[in-house]
């Protein structure tokens, strides 16, 4: 699968931005997929997965409540809403995913993660 990260930019703090991230290739429903990322650096880190059904979702603390991962597999997109974003959410995001797992499968670490996409940068000003 062929992972496509969009929709990064520059914000002021407590604004908001909406990530999305394409594939193409194989089934996208049969992949579980994940939002990291990295700030200049720091290594990259986890901010939230989603199932294959999207019956599970996991946040990172950090941004339980603010960001949102959802995903339509109808258009094989997945989503990252982040509301109220602060300076320290500045980072490039990438997306991940992870193929040969069961429907409910969800991995929060880098390594769980096979393939990934190229990332977009979002700017948090203060």
């Known amino acids: 699968v062929q992972l496509q990260a969009s929709g990064g930019g520059l914000v002021q703090a407590g604004g908001s931005l909406r990530l999305s991230c394409s594939a193409s290739?194989?089934?996208?429903?049969?992949?579980?997929m994940g939002w990291f990322r990295q700030a200049p650096g720091k290594e990259r880190e986890f901010v939230a997965a989603i199932s294959r059904n999207s019956a599970n979702t996991f946040h990172a603390s950090s941004v339980k409540g603010r960001f949102t991962i959802s995903r339509d597999n109808a258009r094989n997109t997945m989503y990252l809403q982040m509301n109220s974003l602060k300076p320290e959410d500045t980072a490039v995001y990438y997306c991940?995913?992870?193929?040969?797992?069961?429907?409910?499968?969800?991995?929060?670490?880098?390594?769980?993660?096979?393939?990934w996409g190229q990332g977009t940068l979002v700017t948090v000003s203060s």
């Open positions: 290739g194989r089934t996208f429903s049969t992949y579980a």
């Open positions: 991940a995913a992870r193929g040969g797992v069961i429907i409910s499968y969800i991995g929060w670490s880098v390594s769980e993660y096979n393939y």
